[in-house]
């Protein structure tokens, strides 16, 4: 069943965009293998991520990411089964800078609902396809699992 998971965690003091660099190239070789694909979202302080995939392989996923020492406190938004991929040319976009993920604090994750953060990664992703940033990495992968 394509399941679409969100979520949202801190990012520790002196993460820096390198890091974020390296768990992307991380995800983008890793993600096809498991058809996951999705958006991350940092803006200097926090998370936001969207995984599309089994609930299987997206349960198994975030409790790893959960784990990771480059995150904290990680708090699940949303899961839910859905029709189509919203991220299905991306093993893992990335939505930084866009929409409110520059780095100017507007994000406030723990005072929205599941519906605010979706919008805001949602903005973030059609601005980001817009500049045509968002990496395409994911060829071959079926639409519905
Ligand atoms: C914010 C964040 C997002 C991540 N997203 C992914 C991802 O989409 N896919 C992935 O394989 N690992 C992702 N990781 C890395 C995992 O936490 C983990 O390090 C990686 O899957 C390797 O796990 P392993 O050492 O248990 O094999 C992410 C880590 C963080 C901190």
Redesign the pocket.
């Known amino acids: 069943m394509l399941t679409r998971l969100v979520y949202f965690?801190e990012a520790p003091p002196g993460l820096g965009r390198d890091q974020v660099d390296a768990?992307l190239r991380?995800?983008r070789e890793?993600?096809p293998g498991r058809e996951?694909t999705?958006g991350?979202a940092w803006d200097g302080r926090y998370?936001v991520?969207a995984?599309e995939g089994h609930r299987m392989t997206l349960t198994d996923?975030v409790l790893?990411?959960a784990a990771?020492r480059?995150?904290r406190n990680l708090v699940i938004v949303s899961m839910r089964e859905v029709p189509v991929r919203r991220f299905p040319i991306w093993s893992?976009a990335d939505l930084s800078g866009h929409g409110v993920f520059t780095g100017g604090g507007d994000l406030r994750p723990y005072a929205l609902d599941a519906r605010g953060i979706e919008a805001h990664l949602e903005e973030a992703l059609r601005a980001a396809a817009a500049s045509g940033a968002p990496t395409r990495a994911g060829q071959g992968l079926p639409l519905v699992l």
């Open positions: 965690s768990i991380l995800s890793r993600n996951i999705g991350l998370f991520q995984l996923l790893r990411i990771d480059r995150n893992m």
